[in-house]
């Protein structure tokens, strides 16, 4: 069974910098498109990025777009998202999560990180 464990949440003031990871066990990752996702208190769960089987074309909403990265190593089965210059509408918790290239759905979801941005 598959198994996604992300890690790196914590609390920092605005401008500062994070960078998540997320491990992945129990699945091919290299047939898997994995992203990160968040949740903020009081509201849906948005997509955030996400990065290909082969680490080409990656994608983010657009309020993160130059301040995220997303990355993978398909060697380690990890993923991870470099985030500077967060701001309090970042404060949610991230979740990894994991789409097999035949399916069209993310099927497989981390416990999720706690982000908080505050001075």
């Known amino acids: 069974e598959g198994q996604l464990v992300e890690s790196g949440g914590g609390l920092v003031q605005p401008g500062g910098s994070l960078r998540l990871s997320c491990a992945a066990s129990?699945?091919?990752?290299?047939?898997?498109?994995m992203g990160w996702f968040r949740q903020a208190p009081g509201k849906e769960r948005e997509f955030v990025a996400a990065?290909?089987?082969?680490?080409?074309?990656?994608s983010y909403i657009d309020s993160v777009k130059g301040r995220f990265t997303i990355s993978r190593d398909n060697a380690k089965n990890a993923i991870y998202l470099q985030m500077k210059d967060l701001q309090p509408e970042d404060t949610a918790v991230y979740y990894c999560?994991?789409?097999?290239?035949?399916?069209?759905?993310?099927?497989?979801w981390g416990q999720g990180t706690q982000v908080t941005i505050s001075s």
């Open positions: 999560a994991g789409r097999h290239s035949s399916r069209s759905l993310y099927d497989i």
């Open positions: 990065i290909s089987w082969a680490g080409g074309r990656p």
């Open positions: 129990g699945i091919t990752f290299s047939s898997h498109t």
